[in-house]
């Protein structure tokens, strides 16, 4: 039988296996990043940190049902010295991801300053899209001017691979946008997309709101949100530089869901929501889903399908 290739290379950082966590699930603390690194999951992304350890929004924050989640966690994380000191305490086997969302511009700097002091980490996911911050003010993702002068200013000391992880856009003029303030710089990569934000999910039987704060507005994830993920891909897939890597993140829960995110254009995969529900035991599963579509359909790599979603004639 043909050898399958399901590595993958985000811009030369070499991938054992195309398919990762996504950054905020079971990524936080030291026993879960363990079981990461230890996990079949072909790279390791660390759940999004600011400077100091926050506590997040009030519990419960999260709920999950058959075909999606919501969540307003409020990036509860340990603060970035304990993400930098884990690395340094550990043996790492395979590219690590390391995410970062300050409250602030300047907070976001002194992130990304304290990063490139560490030589375990491969790249930044720098986090522009986190939908559930309480005190946030303003939205950079948004903001195109904004954001333009922000990587600028980054790039002047940046010397890690970075890349952004994106909300979710809805018109086509925003994505356009966003892909021409990208091609300006020496990004690495693009994740494609963060929860939706601002849902909700109602419990019929008490006819209420399922998670507490923000009177039950929150980030949706899973299944539901897939064709918005897709979309989202293929389009920055035909407006980005082509050496800027995108890793496709929504609303996967099966091998076919992965060939999915691939033939619109991504390079790896991130697993968010099904991740949760499933455990590590989720990235071998979707391996092996993943190379018995390869092999019904006679492809040898990813190379083969990536980006050739095909129109209608
Ligand atoms: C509980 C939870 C926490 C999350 N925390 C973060 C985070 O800290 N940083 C981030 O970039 N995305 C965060 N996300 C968004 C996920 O990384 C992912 O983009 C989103 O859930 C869509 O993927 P999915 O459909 O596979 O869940 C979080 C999602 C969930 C469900």
């Known amino acids: 039988m043909k050898k399958i290739d399901i590595t993958a290379s985000i811009n030369g950082i070499k991938l054992p296996l195309c398919i990762m966590n996504a950054s905020g699930v079971l990524c936080t603390t030291d026993q879960e990043l363990s079981n990461l690194l230890n996990s079949y999951s072909g790279g390791v992304v660390t759940k999004s940190c600011t400077y100091k350890p926050r506590e997040g929004n009030i519990s419960p924050r999260y709920f999950e049902w058959n075909i999606g989640s919501i969540n307003s966690m409020g990036l509860p994380n340990l603060g970035i010295n304990f993400y930098l000191n884990f ?21 976001n700097y002194l992130l990304i300053q304290k990063a490139n002091q560490s030589s375990k980490i491969t790249a930044i996911e720098l986090n522009l899209s986190c939908p559930n911050i309480i005190e946030k003010k303003e939205m950079l993702d948004c903001n195109f001017d904004g954001i333009s002068n922000f990587i600028e200013n980054i790039f002047r000391f940046n010397k890690k691979p970075l890349g952004i992880k994106l909300p ?3 018109h086509d003029i925003h994505i356009k946008n966003m892909a021409l ?6 990004i690495f990569f693009v994740t ?28 949706i994830g899973g299944s539901i949100i897939k064709p918005f993920a897709l979309a989202n891909i293929h389009k920055f897939y035909t407006y980005l530089r082509k050496d800027i890597s995108i890793i496709g993140c929504g ?7 992965i060939f999915e995110h ?27 889903e993943l190379i018995f579509i390869l092999e ?12 050739k979603l095909k129109n209608l004639q």
């Open 192 to 219: 494609c997309i963060n929860s939706l934000p601002n849902g909700i999910f109602i419990d019929v039987n008490k006819e209420s709101v399922v998670i507490r704060p923000k009177k039950g507005f929150g980030g």
């Open 87 to 107: 690395l340094e305490k550990n043996k790492i086997n395979k590219p690590i991801f390391l995410s970062i969302s300050g409250l602030s511009t300047e907070e």
């Open 181 to 186: 303030i990208l091609n300006r710089f020496p």
């Open 251 to 257: 609303g996967i829960s099966s091998g076919k869901d």
């Open 296 to 307: 019904k359909k006679n492809y040898s790599s990813l190379n083969n399908f990536k980006g």
């Open 262 to 288: 691939i033939l619109c254009g991504a390079t790896a995969v991130q697993i968010g929501t099904q991740f949760m529900k499933e455990g590590v035991s989720v990235f071998e599963r979707l391996k092996k």
């Open 168 to 170: 979710p856009y809805f």
